[in-house]
């Protein structure tokens, strides 16, 4: 037989584990705190009271019999009921002044508000802002550059032509220069400058403006043998120094760029040629008049609006001092 001793160490353990068990029953993975213990203690102090209603109640005996097998004892409860049980109990066995305290959110919490509905009022529907534009408008808003003049061919065996132009887009402003055109098929120029690679922009300004809709409204597939647009209306002709185009001259002219073609990538599938400017000209006169905001017609560009209205030019608004980021663009 094991002595007094060895038994006495050999049970231990169990007697732990049944009062664990005993313990965790409702709450397998925490202790009961002592609020929680007293809650679970309630129902029996709740039965005590009971048996001795009955005790001394003045009820007959079958109505005591009747209110003991009425009466059931309360279940025992899991842990998340458990839990909650002891929440709601705890407040109650608390003072008056802690419930009137507790009953009441603390001032320090934040306050929840339906951050959903706050969203949905606070930013408005575009719809409720704007009016709907047509993709096919878009060059509405775009388009609004200065319109071009874009001299291809050859002045040396006669083929220089012109056409006017609303679709560009500068690329970048150095190493090299380029510059966006959209030009395709069903224009002239187009086959001229697949063939050259190269061409001219040349800037008009407001006193051109019914020549330029006009040389807009012609193809030279349309004149006769021998003609050019630059006859057709009186324009005058000037050879570049680093193309075989030409470039337009005199009064109504603001400048001139001299361009060869850099990347054909996107003529396939867009019609959209990259152009590296490698010779600049301007009438000094003009040009002066358009940096000070279009003095005079002959310093006011023209802009196309995508609907045969254009803009001119206005005043300027000098905010040279405050663009101290791209300050290397500025004279």
């Known amino acids: 037989m094991p002595a007094r001793s060895a038994l ?6 169990s007697r732990g584990l049944f009062q664990q068990w005993r313990v965790t029953s409702s709450l397998p993975s925490q202790p009961l705190s002592p609020i929680a213990d007293r809650t679970r203690q309630r129902p029996h102090r709740c039965l005590s009271a009971a048996q001795l209603h009955i005790f001394h109640s003045s009820h007959s005996h079958s109505s005591q019999a009747t209110h003991l097998t009425n009466f059931t004892m309360p279940k025992r409860k899991t842990a998340n009921t458990t839990t909650a ?8 066995r608390q003072s008056k002044r802690t419930k009137t305290t507790t009953s009441e959110p603390s001032s320090s919490s934040p306050k929840m508000s339906p951050s959903k509905t706050t969203t949905k009022s606070a930013i408005p529907k575009a719809k409720e802002v704007f009016q709907p534009l047509p993709p096919s408008k878009s060059n509405r808003l775009l388009e609004p550059g200065p319109i071009l003049l874009v001299s291809t061919g050859s002045v040396k ?3 220089h032509n012109l056409m006017t132009l ?6 970048s ?34 006193t051109m403006a019914e020549k330029v809709v006009d040389i807009g409204n012609i193809s030279a597939s349309d004149l006769a043998d021998g003609e050019n647009k630059f006859g057709r209306f009186g324009l005058e002709v000037v ?18 760029l001299e361009c060869k073609v850099e990347d054909e990538g996107l003529v396939g599938r867009y019609n959209f040629w990259v152009l590296k400017v490698v010779k ?29 209205s254009f803009l001119v030019d206005g005043g300027v608004v000098d905010l040279r001092g405050r663009m101290t980021k791209w300050r290397m663009l500025q004279d």
């Open 173 to 206: 402003h150095s190493s090299p220069t380029l510059v966006g055109i959209t030009l395709g098929p069903w224009d002239h120029s187009y086959s001229l400058l697949k063939k050259t690679k190269e061409c001219v922009l040349c800037i008009p300004n407001a």
């Open 85 to 92: 049980t002891t929440k709601s109990a705890a407040p109650s």
């Open 166 to 171: 609303g679709f560009h887009s500068m690329i």
């Open 239 to 256: 050879g570049g120094e680093k193309v075989e185009a030409g470039l337009v001259g005199g009064e109504g002219v603001i400048g001139c």
């Open 157 to 159: 065996d006669g083929t």
């Open 280 to 308: 600049g000209w301007v009438n000094k006169e003009n040009f002066e008049g358009n940096q000070q905001g279009g003095k005079g017609d002959k310093g006011k560009m023209l802009h196309h609006r995508g609907d045969g």
């Open 8 to 13: 006495h160490t050999a049970f231990a353990p």
